[in-house]
């Protein structure tokens, strides 16, 4: 079954740090850019992080030296490393995968169903 | 930076009524715009990508068009199982969703 399954979530206080981990299967997680998008309660959605199939990455600005994304191909996982923590980052947060093979084109075909990170204290 | 405007931000609608959601980008786009369905404590569910391109297994009743700075999301015939939120979407931005809910 193809299938995006996140995990890590859960309440931090602010200046905290977290990793999110998303495990993929049933597809060749290698040949596939892959991203986070967080949603905050009630609220819409908001893309965070990308990464590339040589590791490229990309970051929204409000993420940009607070969160590191990677990838380890041979174990099919992607992590969302994030530093220094704030309330506005309470979000859950979901993996994605892009359409088709190859670099990034922000065509989301695939969602995980998410995992929640609470920053409060 | 784009930003996407939808319009409008919730509709009520009955089963079986045609439904447009419109949604408008800051500047062109060209035809990179794809619309996603979101149910309530759910994922969202990827629907059209490119404008009008249907993603496999989602019902014909869905359609999308549009260019440059202007796009429609157009429901044919509104089902019960259509009732969620729709966003629409431009490379790193989502628009801020269209509710619909049940007349």
């Known amino acids: 079954e193809v299938q995006l399954v996140e995990s890590g979530g859960m309440l931090v206080q602010p200046g905290g740090s977290l990793t999110l981990s998303c495990a993929a299967s049933?597809?060749?997680?290698?040949?596939?850019?892959m991203s986070w998008v967080r949603q905050t309660a009630g609220k819409g959605l908001e893309w965070v992080s990308g990464?590339?199939?040589?590791?490229?990455?990309y970051y929204a600005d409000s993420v940009k030296g607070r969160f590191t994304v990677s990838r380890d191909n041979s174990k099919n996982m992607m992590y969302l490393h994030m530093n220094s923590l704030r309330a506005e980052d309470t979000a859950v947060f979901y993996c994605?995968?892009?359409?088709?093979?190859?670099?990034?084109?922000?065509?989301?075909?695939?969602w995980g169903r998410g995992t929640l990170v609470t920053v409060s204290s | 930076d784009i930003e996407m405007t939808q319009s409008p931000s919730s509709l009520s609608a009955s089963v079986g009524d045609r439904v447009t959601i419109t949604c408008r980008a800051s500047?062109?786009?060209?035809?990179?715009l794809n619309w996603y369905q979101q149910k309530s404590g759910k994922a969202p569910k990827f629907l059209i990508y490119?404008?009008?391109t249907l993603q496999s297994g989602v019902p014909s009743r869905f359609s999308g068009s549009g260019s440059g700075t202007d796009f429609t999301l157009t429901i044919g015939s509104l089902q019960p199982e259509d009732f969620a939120t729709y966003y629409c979407?431009?490379?790193?931005?989502f628009g801020g969703g269209t509710k619909v809910e049940i007349k």
């Open positions: 994605v995968k892009e359409l088709s093979a190859g670099f990034i084109r922000w065509h989301f075909d695939l």
């Open positions: 049933g597809f060749t997680f290698r040949s596939y850019a």
């Open positions: 990464i590339g199939l040589s590791d490229s990455t």
């Open positions: 500047q062109n786009i060209d035809n990179d």
């Open positions: 490119r404008t009008s």
């Open positions: 979407q431009h490379a790193v931005t």
